[in-house]
């Protein structure tokens, strides 16, 4: 291997709750570099939550991203001329990012008005076990579960 593997780089946990979680969450959600703006829409869409349902919302927010974080994906492998979607356990730091990109993406296809209704809405529904996100990694997950027959291909 040529180049060394990028190092981690610590993370400050975010002032208003001290959670790394939160920093990661709202650095994804933000665009063109406007981390303010993300904050803002992320706390609103957490208050959103506490009025709504009367839980505390950074309990709900993690509930969601830890019930949409999938545990098995498929890879594509190419074996003599073949293509086999090979069933893959996902590392750890993977399934975050991906849960956090998943509660992102349904987020903002949804029909309410602003993007911190729209947030509150789809964390409360994955923390409840229901939405986009969480039909997602079912899907994922069924998707390994089809492919489950190839999982001698590994690598």
Do not use: C
Request: glycine share 6%.
């Amino acid at each position: 291997m040529r180049k060394r593997r990028a190092e981690k780089r610590d993370q400050v946990p975010d002032p208003k709750f001290g959670s790394i979680l939160i920093t990661q969450f709202v650095s994804s959600l933000f665009r063109k570099g406007k981390k303010s703006v993300g904050e803002k829409i992320f706390y609103m869409a957490l208050d959103l939550i506490n009025e709504r349902s009367g839980k505390e919302g950074v309990e709900v927010f993690e509930q969601a991203v830890e019930s949409v974080k999938p545990i098995v994906q498929v890879k594509s492998r190419r074996v003599g001329g073949q293509t086999y979607q090979v069933p893959v356990e996902v590392r750890q730091d993977e399934r975050l990012s991906l849960s956090i990109s998943w509660i992102i993406q349904f987020a903002r296809d949804r029909n309410e008005k602003t993007m911190d209704q729209r947030l509150a809405g789809e964390l409360q529904d994955a923390a409840n076990g229901q939405g986009r996100s969480i039909q997602r990694r079912e899907e994922t997950h069924r998707m390994a579960e089809a492919n489950r027959a190839f999982a001698h291909y590994r690598w």
